[in-house]
Each structure stands twice: as structure tokens, then as C-alpha cells.
């Protein structure tokens, strides 16, 4: 009888811990899992930084495009035209002026300058705002 009960209390000594083995699998199945939620956090916050960015152009944008057509109110002949125009540190503009009578057209690009450059190319252009500008009189 006392042999009977030792072997119960080993056994159930035994069956409480936890083996070598299934920890190492354990291990494995958590890093499987935690890998695409990390991934998924990281893509998240790149797509967070584009989407800043590109908000902070289009507000950039239309400050410019408004501050366009308020110039036009006292001289309207001038050329509105400019290149590479520094906005906010590393975001750069330009602005297209087409004048053409009764109406003039006006585009205002703007987008981060990635490459530092200190110009704006195709690949840089985050938002491109267009209006028509009639003469006042």
C-alpha cells in the first residue's frame, strides 16, 4: 500500500511540470504568432506618416492657392508662376498661372522633398489644387 502511494504522488509530480520540449514549441508557436502583428504595427505607422504628410500638403496647398487668388484681387496682370518655393521647412511648391482671357488658370502643386533637392519633382508631388481666376473689375 505505501508503494502505491508513493507511485501516485511521482506520477502526479510528474504530470504538473512542464517538459523542455514544450516549451521550446510553445516559444516557436508564439513568435509565429506575434511576427505578423508586428508587421501589421509597422505598416500601420508608415501609412500613419504618409497620411500626415500628405494632410500637411494639401493644407500647405491651399494656404498657397487662397493667398494665389488674393494677389490677383490687386494686380491681376502679374504672373503668379513660382518654382521650388520652400513651404514649411521641407515641403516645396509650385505654382502654374495660365492666363488666358476672361479666365486664368492657376495650379498649385505641392509635396515633400524627399531627396533634398530643393526641387519639386513628379514623385514628389503629394497634392496639385487647380482653380480659375476671372479679371475684377
Known sequence: MHRKLNKNIRR???ASGVTLTEVIVASGLLAI???PI???LTTTQLNSTLIEQKTRSLMLAQSKLE???ARTVYDYDSSLAETGTVLDG???CNVVD???DPLRTVAVSVGY???GS???TTGEIDVTLTTMIARRD
Open 90 to 92: 521641407s515641403y516645396l
Open 98 to 100: 495660365d492666363v488666358a
Open 33 to 35: 504568432a506575434i511576427l
Open 38 to 40: 508586428l508587421k501589421g
Open 12 to 14: 502526479r509530480r510528474r
Open 113 to 115: 522633398d524627399t531627396n
Open 118 to 120: 530643393n526641387t519639386l
Open 67 to 69: 493667398e494665389m487668388k
